[in-house]
């Protein structure tokens, strides 16, 4: 009887064992199909009717050039861009990280003429978090102040909460970039804290960065008040 009632208890702890296995399997195939369905298309497209966020092409580098040559532009940003070998370098870095899935890299696309304005990307994406960056950043300078990024950055929130419905976007930038820090306040984003020697900059330069983030709690008023002027939002995948 003591050895009958061992061969039934094995079995149990078997039959419990195979359950669990099967039951992790259906969770790890539910959330699979889960993240699949989520992820972000490397076709996106933002538009305003101000701007137009495409994908970034490797062509793009001819315009990006006629744009870099301003060597001010670049003073706080991790890539010297009016540098031949550098802009070429960064634009393949940000095609290979679209192909790995860790960075949607855009052209940014003045509507009204059709031309080129710079570039920005949604990055540091954490499909199980609902948290995205917006950042690789940058504008010609006649581009600068003339509304380009403040409807880019528009485009790019609207995408993360009206559309993902996701928790959180995150913007960082140099500690020392007064202007971009500003910018971001006038964007409701809410500053949170500096890393401290966090980014090699160009010059052997060790950078500070700031980061600010948006919530999606928060989106509803700033999207009603600060942006209340933009009235048209599409996207396409």
């Given at each position: 009887?003591?050895?009958?009632?061992?061969?039934?208890?094995?079995?149990l702890k078997v039959n419990i064992a195979n359950k669990t296995t099967l039951?992790?399997?259906f969770y790890f195939s539910l959330l699979t199909f889960y993240f699949a369905y989520m992820i972000i298309s490397q076709n996106l497209k933002l538009e305003t009717d101000k701007v137009i966020l495409r994908p970034l092409q490797h062509s793009d580098i001819v315009s990006f050039a006629r744009l870099a040559n301003d060597?001010?532009?670049?003073?706080?940003?991790?890539?010297?861009?009016?540098?031949?070998?550098?802009?070429?370098r960064w634009v393949e870095t940000a095609i290979k990280e679209r192909d790995e899935g860790k960075r949607i890299p855009f052209t940014i696309i003045e509507k009204a003429t059709g031309e080129i304005?710079?570039?920005?990307?949604?990055?540091?994406?954490?499909?199980?978090?609902?948290?995205?960056e917006i950042g690789w950043s940058w504008l010609a300078k006649h581009y600068q102040g003339t509304g380009i990024n403040f409807h880019a950055k528009f485009s790019m929130l609207s995408y993360a909460f009206d559309v993902l419905a996701w928790?959180?976007?995150?913007?960082?930038?140099?500690?020392?970039?007064?202007?971009?820090?500003?910018?971001?306040r006038k964007i409701g984003a809410k500053e949170e804290g500096v890393l401290r020697s966090?980014?090699?900059?160009?010059?052997?330069?060790?950078?500070?960065?700031?980061?600010?983030?948006?919530?999606?709690?928060?989106?509803?008023?700033i999207k009603n008040s600060i942006?209340?002027?933009?009235?048209?939002f599409q996207y396409s995948e």
């Open positions: 009887m003591e050895a009958l009632n061992k061969i039934k208890s094995e079995n039951l992790n399997s060597a001010s532009v670049w003073r706080y940003f991790t890539f010297l861009l009016n540098k031949a070998a550098e802009l070429q304005c710079g570039s920005t990307s949604l990055g540091s994406i954490s499909y199980y978090d609902k948290r995205i928790e959180r976007v995150e913007i960082k930038t140099d500690n020392l970039n007064e202007r971009a820090k500003q910018g971001l966090h980014m090699q900059m160009p010059l052997d330069r060790r950078r500070d960065s700031v980061f600010f983030s948006i919530l999606k709690e928060e989106w509803p008023k942006f209340k002027e933009i009235t048209s």
